[in-house]
């Protein structure tokens, strides 16, 4: 079965430092890996996704098939990279968008 | 907003009343989802349709939960005989087929008192 974990509920940072959120699967097949953000008072939004290996607000991923990770990273962390994150996981690349989701991390980042 | 709306915000209903939740998609998506989120948890998925077909439903979704999409526009996500533990926040996304961008609502929260 497909799961999805993120051993950090809560994650504080301060500015200006680098963050790494992590993020670990577990899925026989080849997934297709995704962070979603949500903002406060804000509906959950696409970050990224592995698949387009684009830096989105200066964030990337990296699918490392052999420890089943795909931590979220960001060099230099901003106040607004401030919100709950999730990873999630979609098991089918050609037929998906079921995505299976983490239970999130809340990334603080303070001033 | 053009996004996926969904209505209403919110809903305080007693155990063992029927509940009704609507969802709009973004105009030309096919794809529809409902997912369940509580408190401390990421969102869990329910059931998901391609255009008026409801292709795949969790396990989650017991008999008293039924959804539709008549025309293969809106949804309606219908939760009969309520329980406390259904209190949670129900979001819908859609999204223009498979291996594309979910678009997410804002949520439909839901307490059974």
């Known amino acids: 079965a497909q799961r999805v974990t993120q051993p950090e509920k809560l994650l504080s940072v301060f500015k200006g430092a680098p963050v790494e959120l992590k993020c670990n699967y577990s899925?026989?097949?080849?997934?297709?890996l995704f962070w979603y953000v949500q903002y406060s008072r804000q509906r959950l939004q696409l970050l990224l996704r592995?698949?387009s290996r684009e830096s989105i607000k200066g964030f990337t991923a990296d699918l490392n098939k052999g420890e089943t990770s795909f931590h979220l990273k960001k060099p230099f962390a901003q106040e607004e990279d401030s919100a709950m994150y999730y990873c999630?996981?979609?098991?089918?690349?050609?037929?998906?968008?079921?995505?299976?989701f983490g239970t999130g991390t809340s990334l603080t980042v303070i001033p | 907003d053009t996004g996926v709306s969904q209505n209403p915000r919110h809903k305080i209903t007693k155990r063992g009343q029927n509940v009704t939740f609507r969802c709009d998609p973004i105009?030309?998506?096919?794809?529809l989802y409902w997912y369940r989120q509580t408190l401390g948890q990421g969102p869990e998925f329910l059931t998901y349709?391609?255009?008026?077909?409801?292709?795949?439903k969790s396990r989650l979704l017991s008999d008293r939960f039924s959804a539709e999409r008549p025309k293969g526009s809106f949804s309606t996500l219908e939760i009969q005989r309520t329980e406390q533990g259904d209190s949670a926040m129900y979001l819908c996304?859609?999204?223009?087929?498979?291996?594309?961008?979910?678009?997410f609502g804002q949520g439909t929260r839901l307490t059974v008192v």
């Open positions: 996304a859609s999204s223009h087929g498979p291996n594309t961008e979910a678009f």
């Open positions: 899925y026989s097949g080849s997934p297709e």
């Open positions: 592995h698949i």
């Open positions: 999630a996981l979609s098991p089918a690349a050609v037929t998906g968008n079921q995505f299976y």
């Open positions: 105009s030309e998506h096919n794809r």
């Open positions: 349709f391609q255009n008026e077909a409801q292709l795949e």
